[in-house]
């Protein structure tokens, strides 16, 4: 293979077994997006009366680290269904096909709300929004401008240049360097705390929370967990026991342990729930992430992150309350409200723009590599080429674990990315 591939395929691993999707993981980026939401829905003041404001507040105290969730999961299921031999260039006109309509229509209608709202515009921050590069920009104004929470999305714009770049280097690295990412990036996540000392005061809130390099540690995790996991190597306990380290840790953390700890603590949790959700969709356990529904609110999560603070704030501006909250019943029932409006809305943008889309932009995925048959006669699982648009379908649950310990693999439907892609048909080692 040419250095023009994602990865060579004499890097990937021999004795391999095709494990065709992780529709569990989709189920988990609804979760990612719900945390994201609710730790809005307290801080954006919906709510006036102080009881029930304090109460979402305190449930969803630490619900900005489902975008940390986010960059870990994309790292994963990133490295999870790169196939070797894919080129670059269809690797960065894939995942430009899948964030930027999306970007671009939220972009064009927050920018007509701050035209009607008679809003001053900054026009150096609303191109840098446009095109995705406003993380880089510490200034206050520039980069939470326009649709806000599209600071995240000029963060995995950088994300999704390196890694064709980096995985190469991956799938030749030995186990114990990608354990040492995998156990380093909380240590450094944790220096984070005293290392904006040494950035300018006005700076330290973008260096920790916004800045593309940083926040690339929480991506990396994730990609050097998936290679273990491909390998074989990766250990950790299964989704029960990892669903329950993470609740501990959740409430642990929001309840009696410093701030300065939560992105620390979490960004090991979170790893540990991926890892584990992926291991049972390959193995065929019983996961409740890989519902339906679950599976369904998943790929209209990446929507649904990007309408839902632009609805609530154009909402509440209108009606006069911005600032000060619903009194009463209203506030509690404003905040279903949006959240059901805002899924609807992220539903509309899902069908009809970021599907067709993806079919009009994207290219199809290169064929699995080996003559038909192949991994037939090498006792492998063997994966599914297709070269259908990414999410345009849902998941069903793998048939169950066959007599040799994989899964039995339906045509299963859908998968799992944080900005919304899904991805077919992935190589998975089970052991060396």
């Given at each position: 293979?040419?250095?023009?591939?994602?990865?060579?395929?004499?890097?990937?691993?021999?004795?391999?077994?095709?494990?065709?999707?992780?529709?569990?993981?989709?189920?988990?980026?609804?979760?990612?997006?719900?945390?994201?939401?609710?730790?809005?829905?307290?801080?954006?003041?919906?709510?006036?009366?102080?009881?029930?404001?304090?109460?979402?507040?305190?449930?969803?105290?630490?619900?900005?680290?489902?975008?940390?969730?986010?960059?870990?999961?994309?790292?994963?299921?990133?490295?999870?269904?790169?196939?070797?031999?894919?080129?670059?260039?269809?690797?960065?006109?894939?995942?430009?096909?899948?964030?930027?309509?999306?970007?671009?229509?939220?972009?064009?209608l927050a920018m007509l709300a701050m035209l009607w709202f008679a809003d001053p515009i900054n026009p150096v921050a609303a191109l840098e929004n446009l095109l995705l590069v406003q993380a880089w920009d510490p200034r206050p104004g520039h980069f939470y401008s326009v649709n806000n929470v599209s600071w995240s999305l000029s963060c995995e714009l950088f994300f999704y240049l390196c890694?064709?770049?980096?995985?190469?280097?991956?799938?030749?690295?030995?186990?114990?360097?990608?354990?040492?990412?995998?156990?380093?990036?909380?240590?450094?996540?944790?220096?984070?705390?005293?290392?904006?000392?040494?950035?300018?005061?006005?700076?330290?809130?973008?260096?920790?929370?916004?800045?593309?390099?940083?926040?690339?540690?929480?991506?990396?995790?994730?990609?050097?967990?998936?290679?273990?996991?491909?390998?074989?190597?990766?250990?950790?306990?299964?989704?029960?026991?990892?669903?329950?380290?993470?609740?501990?840790?959740?409430?642990?953390?929001?309840?009696?342990?410093?701030?300065?700890?939560?992105?620390?603590?979490?960004?090991?949790?979170?790893?540990?729930?991926?890892?584990?959700?992926a291991d049972a969709d390959v193995h065929g356990r019983r996961s409740p992430l890989r519902s339906r529904t679950m599976v369904w609110l998943g790929e209209v999560s990446f929507a649904f992150y990007l309408v839902h603070v632009f609805v609530i704030?154009?909402?509440?501006?209108?009606?006069?309350?911005?600032?000060?909250?619903?009194?009463?019943?209203?506030?509690?029932?404003?905040?279903?409200?949006?959240?059901?409006?805002?899924?609807?809305?992220?539903?509309?943008?899902?069908?009809?723009?970021?599907?067709?889309?993806?079919?009009?932009?994207?290219?199809?995925?290169?064929?699995?590599?080996?003559?038909?048959?192949?991994?037939?006669?090498?006792?492998?699982?063997?994966?599914?080429?297709?070269?259908?648009?990414?999410?345009?379908?849902?998941?069903?649950?793998?048939?169950?674990?066959?007599?040799?310990?994989?899964?039995?693999?339906?045509?299963?439907?859908?998968?799992?990315?944080?900005?919304?892609?899904?991805?077919?048909?992935?190589?998975?080692?089970?052991?060396?």
């Amino acid at each position: 293979m040419t250095s023009t591939t994602l990865a060579a395929s004499e890097t990937t691993p021999r004795g391999r077994t095709d494990a065709d999707r992780l529709p569990s993981l989709t189920g988990l980026r609804w979760i990612a997006a719900l945390l994201v939401f609710g730790f809005h829905a307290g801080t954006m003041r919906i709510i006036a009366d102080p009881g029930p404001q304090a109460l979402v507040g305190e449930i969803f105290t630490l619900g900005l680290s489902g975008v940390q969730f986010f960059f870990i999961l994309s790292g994963f299921v990133l490295v999870w269904s790169a196939r070797p031999g894919a080129s670059r260039r269809r690797f960065w006109r894939r995942r430009f096909a899948k964030i930027y309509p999306n970007h671009l229509v939220l972009w064009a209608l927050a920018m007509l709300a701050m035209l009607w709202f008679a809003d001053p515009i900054n026009p150096v921050a609303a191109l840098e929004n446009l095109l995705l590069v406003q993380a880089w920009d510490p200034r206050p104004g520039h980069f939470y401008s326009v649709n806000n929470v599209s600071w995240s999305l000029s963060c995995e714009l950088f994300f999704y240049l390196c890694l064709p770049l980096v995985l190469p280097a991956v799938r030749r690295a030995r186990p114990w360097l990608l354990w040492a990412v995998v156990i380093a990036v909380p240590l450094l996540i944790l220096a984070l705390w005293p290392g904006q000392a040494l950035v300018p005061e006005s700076d330290r809130w973008w260096f920790a929370q916004v800045f593309p390099l940083v926040r690339s540690l929480e991506f990396w995790m994730g990609v050097a967990a998936a290679e273990l996991m491909l390998r074989g190597r990766w250990r950790g306990p299964g989704l029960p026991v990892a669903s329950l380290i993470f609740v501990l840790t959740w409430v642990a953390a929001s309840q009696w342990i410093p701030a300065e700890f939560w992105a620390a603590l979490l960004a090991a949790a979170y790893v540990l729930v991926i890892a584990a959700a992926a291991d049972a969709d390959v193995h065929g356990r019983r996961s409740p992430l890989r519902s339906r529904t679950m599976v369904w609110l998943g790929e209209v999560s990446f929507a649904f992150y990007l309408v839902h603070v632009f609805v609530i704030m154009t909402i509440l501006r209108s009606t006069g309350d911005w600032g000060t909250g619903l009194p009463g019943w209203w506030g509690p029932l404003a905040v279903i409200g949006f959240l059901l409006l805002t899924l609807g809305l992220a539903a509309l943008l899902h069908r009809y723009v970021e599907q067709p889309m993806m079919r009009r932009l994207a290219p199809s995925r290169p064929p699995r590599p080996g003559p038909p048959g192949a991994a037939a006669r090498s006792g492998s699982l063997g994966g599914v080429a297709r070269s259908e648009s990414p999410g345009a379908e849902r998941s069903e649950a793998s048939a169950g674990p066959s007599a040799a310990g994989l899964p039995r693999q339906r045509a299963s439907r859908g998968g799992a990315d944080p900005a919304g892609d899904v991805e077919h048909g992935r190589t998975v080692h089970h052991g060396q």
